[in-house]
């Protein structure tokens, strides 16, 4: 046997012991994989034969949170099995606009907060045109710019109710043009030639858009 030829035959031995004693990284690692199912991440590794690493949390204005940037060893490089994989994982970017909430569920409105990396509180208001139960607007509002460590206000609606507006010493025609604008109807009682003495709610109060307004009239005119 040549030197050549025992040069080609050791090659042969090593290339097939490393392939029995060693494995490839699989690719699927590098896949989107949100952080909340982190134990996720580490089965995928320990099932390929190998172990979690260290993990560390960067901003990224391109992935989004909880989202893998890049691991080492890289997807396809050859290793030693239980030999460790180290991630890193993106906490988002470091100036994040708020998104439109308005009319979503509380579901969903917890979902984008949470995987855009933002802190939230609840707030129960009434609304003028969103049901209840739904997200009615934000604080910061949408589009608005912020930082992670901000706390964004989740106004959530109590029902719709709108604010009544102010009629008492108006005449018929002119209260009613006021009210129709406002999306509120009314019922009526007195002399619908004289001026509105009394309304009921109060102008400034809130109501709901279904329940009339009660108007009252006197005619001013008349002798006491």
Do not use: C
């Amino acid at each position: 046997m040549t030197n050549e030829d025992l040069s080609s035959a050791i090659k042969s031995i090593i290339e097939k012991e490393l392939k029995s004693f060693s494995k490839l990284i699989p690719k699927d690692i590098l896949s989107n994989v949100e952080k909340n199912i982190a134990p996720q991440i580490e089965n995928i590794i320990e099932q390929s034969g190998f172990i979690l690493g260290q993990t560390l949390e960067v901003n990224d204005d391109l992935v989004p949170r909880g989202f893998i940037i890049s691991q080492n060893p890289v997807a396809g490089t050859k290793m030693s099995p239980g030999s460790s994989v180290d991630l890193v994982i993106s906490n988002g970017p470091s100036l994040i606009e708020i998104s439109d909430l308005s009319r979503k569920s509380l579901v969903d409105a917890i979902q984008i907060l949470e995987t855009l990396g933002l802190e939230y509180e609840f707030v129960e208001e009434y609304s003028e045109d969103v049901s209840v139960g739904l997200v009615s607007h934000t604080l910061p509002a949408a589009g608005e710019i912020v930082t992670p460590d901000q706390t964004i206000s989740v106004i959530v609606s109590l029902g719709i109710k709108v604010e009544v507006p102010e009629v008492e010493g108006l005449g018929y025609q002119e209260a009613l043009d006021i009210l129709e604008e406002a999306g509120l109807v009314a019922t009526i009682s007195g002399d619908t030639n004289g001026k509105i003495v009394k309304q009921i709610p109060r102008g400034g109060e809130l109501a709901d858009p279904e329940t009339p307004i009660e108007l009252t009239f006197e005619d001013w005119n008349l002798p006491f």
